[in-house]
């Protein structure tokens, strides 16, 4: 996906998804890597803080999420969106 970044700085991650005991997925800028484990509220999709990330250029980047291991179809983890929120 990508993004338009106006101000740089550390961003808090809130992942929205169905939550899932054993997996993780990395959220990767051009500049940081972040590990989200995706615990609570299995099987209802909610909103979590999970981490920071930290973002040092503004201007329009890519921010790709990808599992850290394979995910089989049959383990229903849910992943609707990524929102960043810059920390004051």
Do not use: C
Request: no cysteine; charged share 30%.
């Amino acid at each position: 996906m990508d993004r338009k970044i106006e101000k740089p700085g550390s961003f808090q991650v809130i992942s929205e998804d169905n939550g899932h005991e054993a997996l993780s997925y990395e959220l990767i800028t051009p500049t940081d890597t972040l590990e989200v484990y995706p615990k609570g509220n299995v099987g209802k999709l909610t909103k979590k803080p999970t981490g920071t990330i930290n973002i040092v250029k503004k201007g329009t980047i890519i921010i790709k999420a990808y599992p850290k291991e394979y995910i089989e179809w049959w383990n229903k983890f849910s992943l609707k969106g990524v929102e960043l929120v810059l920390v004051k």
